[in-house]
């Protein structure tokens, strides 16, 4: 089994109340218990001693002018999306929809997209850099070929064929992603995790998109994907909460949507999903023919008791063994 930095596997680091069900999925897959494999980083080369002030941005922001925005390809309620190319890079550029920016709202900007510039995972989509000239706060990133992996699995217009094995190497990509990301300290509170913010590259790989973070002063209180959110989660502020768990919740979801190729909760309004999982008790529905280990993991995952998750570090094993 894959150690971590401290030599340990995912049997010996977890909770007891899942150890069993983890040792049954890894035997199911051949996995030999015994044989501990070496940790082995996977940032890119030449960053695994780099301190994390190092991968953060020391830029004051670019120059609106610097960009050539060519083609809206988005809009949502967050802001609105737009192809075009920066320092001769094909990038995406996201104009923040904030209704006033304020002189604090453009020092909160300034303090916090920094921390989006992690370039020290091959599974995370980084912020290239940001425009702070107010009225105007545009976040920059690199363009994706394929859009996010909900325009993936859900579009026709993405063109893509997933099978099994695919939807499996996506889990992976999402899993190292969010490890590296639970390990930056202090954490990133208000990444919410799901298919929507999660982007596909052109070799199909998936990147967790820092662009997709919500900041501070970014729509207090509302949530709009509530159907990917644990129900802790949709009940508390970030700051209140077991971030790492709720993203869990969340990445069993993604799981689902992976096996099913179905939206959660479709026929529901996100106000409705958000309401009816909180407080009534609502969860997906795991339906026959998905693999029995998938289905033990999918239910691990989406633990009501969010102590009972396990971290990404223990599934990433098990994950890699079934791909």
Known sequence: MLCNKRGLTSIDVCQPQCRQSIIEIALNNNQNLNQKIPFRDQNYSGTKTRAREATLSRYTGVDLQSLQLSKEIARSHSGTLYRGRWQGTEIVARVLNIPEVTSRISRDFQVEFPALRIFASANICPVLAAVNQPPRLIIISQYMKYGSLFNVLHEQSADVIIDHTQAIRFAVDIARGMSFLHSIDPMILRYYLSSKHVVVDDDLSAKISM????????????????????????????????????????????????????VPFADLSPMEAGMKIALEGLRVQIPPGISRNLFRLINICLNEDPGRRPNFDQIIPILEKMA
Request: aromatic residues 14%; without cysteine; hydrophobic residues 40%.
């Open 211 to 262: 662009a997709d973070t919500k900041f501070s002063f970014q729509e207090v209180g509302r949530l709009f994907s509530p159907a990917w959110m644990s129900p802790e989660a949709l009940q508390r502020s970030p700051e209140k909460s077991n971030v790492r768990a709720a993203d869990m919740w969340s990445f069993g979801i993604v799981l689902w949507e992976l096996s099913t190729r179905e």
